[in-house]
């Protein structure tokens, strides 16, 4: 086979696996960034009930306002009633009563759902406290590790990037500028190999005469559909 072509597929190969490494590095980093969202969620969650807890206070205060002058009202018209000399101001005063009982009954009710609202509320925050300080622990063992693993898979793409650095610099300058355009504009795959006339890149069938080429290896060949370099290899041929 021609020696640029075989440089080309061992350049490929080593392209391929730093791009598994870089995977390996977001999919650790997208982990940590996936517990940081759910710790964050969490805590917005925990101030919405804090928010609910403090308006369901403000509302029992007033409501407890309310209920106190009902109170107030009862016996201010209560010991009016002694006072009144004639039916008409007395069926009014009992009616007066009559509502402020009324009214003291429904803000006793009130009060009543308030509190176990706030109760509800307080409960949830504090579930979700005991919640977040877990994850928040979690979190931290996990960054230890994950950060153990980046340093590990950065060291072995240090050295496999100084390996294609190497075999790059033996290529000729319009075959390497060809193949970095092919590895960034198709998706990280610029050698491909040719199986039964097929290009393994695209799936798109290759020329009878081409292919035959492709099989001589003596030079370089490119696939008429997606451009990328073609390559063949004999055992492929052997097991199919
Ligand atoms: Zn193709």
Redesign the pocket.
């Known amino acids: 086979m021609n020696e640029e072509i075989s440089k080309l597929i061992d350049l490929q190969e080593i392209d391929s696996e730093i791009a598994g490494f870089n995977r390996e590095i977001q999919d650790r980093q997208q982990e940590i960034a996936d517990r940081e969202q759910s710790i964050a969620d969490k805590e917005t969650a925990i101030e919405e009930c804090l928010a609910r807890t403090a308006e369901l206070e403000q509302k029992k205060r007033d409501v407890t306002a309310e209920h106190e002058d009902a109170g107030a009202r009862i016996k201010e018209r209560q010991n009016k009633m002694m006072q009144v000399q004639t039916s008409r101001e007395h069926q009014a005063l009992l009616k007066e009563i009559e509502e402020s009982k009324k009214l003291l009954k429904e803000t006793e009710e009130q009060m009543l759902a308030i509190m176990e609202q706030i109760e509800e509320k307080t409960r949830e925050a504090e579930e979700l406290k005991n919640l977040c300080q877990g994850e928040k622990e979690l979190l931290n063992q996990e960054l230890d590790k994950v950060k153990k693993a980046i340093r590990k898979i950065e060291s072995r793409r240090k050295s496999v990037t100084k390996k294609r650095d190497e075999l790059a610099a033996e290529l000729q300058g319009a075959i390497l500028k060809r193949y970095n355009m092919l590895l960034s504009k198709r998706d990280g795959l610029a050698v491909?190999q040719a199986i039964d006339g097929v290009?393994q890149?695209?799936?798109?069938s290759i020329p009878p005469q081409q292919f035959n080429e492709v099989r001589k290896g003596s030079k370089m060949n490119l696939?008429?559909?997606?451009?990328?370099i073609?390559y063949f290899k004999e055992e492929e041929t052997v097991e199919a």
Not at 201 to 204: K, Q
Request: hydrophobic residues 30%.
């Open positions: 491909v290009c890149g695209c799936f798109m696939c008429p559909t997606c451009q990328r073609l």
